[in-house]
């Protein structure tokens, strides 16, 4: 496999992506969105997600496409960063059209980052105002680790933070992955450097360690002591043309990352979302082609998890160490 020139979800042509944070909130958010709507799915296989406007993003519905997608921190709270988004979007004209109306579509999952020592006395709802922070800023080049929805994000040992990969398919097709990663499970093998993601790893995008010499017992895998504060939410995105129930099915694909890089995941404590966009730049893929697509989806997920936790920044107060801190 290859990456995308900026091994980043921006490598599908068209995307853009936004990061908003505060330090005294120790949370952030982040957006995707386009020059166009785009088509979108969503596979939520957590037992305790926080989401908005999923329903609209199966098949039969009314509305085919959105405008943007939010992974946010927060919790509950979080999900307003897609009103901010939304108020954006309508003052740029977007939206979908209801007569003269326009009613910009921005589905949203968040992650619970309220325990990890940040402000919580506030009286106005924060994330409002990242989200169209976030929008007003969004590019193709943008950073990872402890940014956006990943600023407060942690780990069963380690501090979580906001991942991207890409997969340039042999065809020409592009596969990338977006992710903010405060998960119950641990992305490190036992108590040392290695990811479980190390077998999909690309040149040394996450350290370039290889493998672990020695696996422990699974079942023995360190988690937060904290059990309901976790989430893993992400996006994974293609250029090619996609129906809704063909994103779903790539949404649901690229989980297998989150299961390869997370060790446990999709736990009853976990709300791990994964929505999937397609721009339709590219025809739709044959048979074999889609086959190939959820592969990509999974391994660029997985890789993406990895580059969220490599490149974590150290900050002071941080309830777990830094991958960068602890090995770098």
Same mark, same amino acid.
């Given at each position: ?35 166009? !709507? ?131 398919? !042999? ?39 290889? !493998? ?19 989430? *893993? ?9 996609? *129906? ?85």
């Amino acid at each position: 496999m290859q990456t995308g020139p900026r091994n980043l979800i921006t490598d599908v042509a068209g995307l853009r992506v936004g990061n908003a944070g505060d330090a005294g909130l120790r949370s952030g958010m982040t957006v995707l969105t386009a020059d166009a !709507p785009f088509t979108a799915g969503v596979h939520v296989m957590g037992g305790a997600p926080g989401t908005r406007e999923t329903d609209l993003l199966a098949p039969d519905r009314a509305v085919q496409q959105v405008d943007a997608l939010v992974l946010s921190g927060g919790s509950a709270f979080g999900l307003d960063a897609a009103s901010g988004v939304a108020e954006g979007l309508r003052d740029m004209g977007r939206g979908f059209a209801v007569g003269a109306a326009r009613v910009p579509i921005v589905p949203a999952a968040i992650l619970f980052d309220l325990l990890n020592g940040g402000e919580s006395d506030w009286t106005t709802n924060p994330y409002n105002a990242l989200g169209r922070a976030a929008l007003a800023g969004a590019s193709e080049d943008f950073a990872i680790g402890s940014e956006g929805a990943g600023t407060g994000a942690t780990t069963a040992n380690l501090k979580g933070g906001l991942g991207s990969a890409s997969t340039r398919l !042999p065809d020409g097709t592009m596969v990338g992955a977006l992710v903010a990663v405060n998960a119950l499970g641990g992305a490190t093998v036992g108590a040392g450097p290695h990811f479980w993601a190390a077998p999909f790893e690309i040149g040394d995008e996450f350290g370039g360690l290889g !493998p672990a010499r020695a696996y422990p017992d699974p079942l023995a895998a360190p988690v937060k002591h904290a059990p309901n504060a976790n989430t *893993t939410i992400g996006i994974i995105a293609t250029d090619t043309t996609l *129906t809704q129930a063909q994103c779903t099915r790539l949404a649901t694909a690229a989980h297998d990352g989150l299961a390869r890089a997370l060790v446990p995941s999709h736990t009853l404590m976990d709300g791990d979302a994964i929505f999937a966009a397609a721009t339709g730049a590219r025809p739709a893929p044959d048979m074999p082609t889609q086959v190939l697509l959820g592969h990509a989806a999974a391994c660029t997920m997985a890789r993406a998890i990895a580059r969220a936790i490599h490149a974590a920044r150290p900050c002071p107060g941080d309830p777990v160490p830094a991958w960068s801190a602890r090995f770098g």
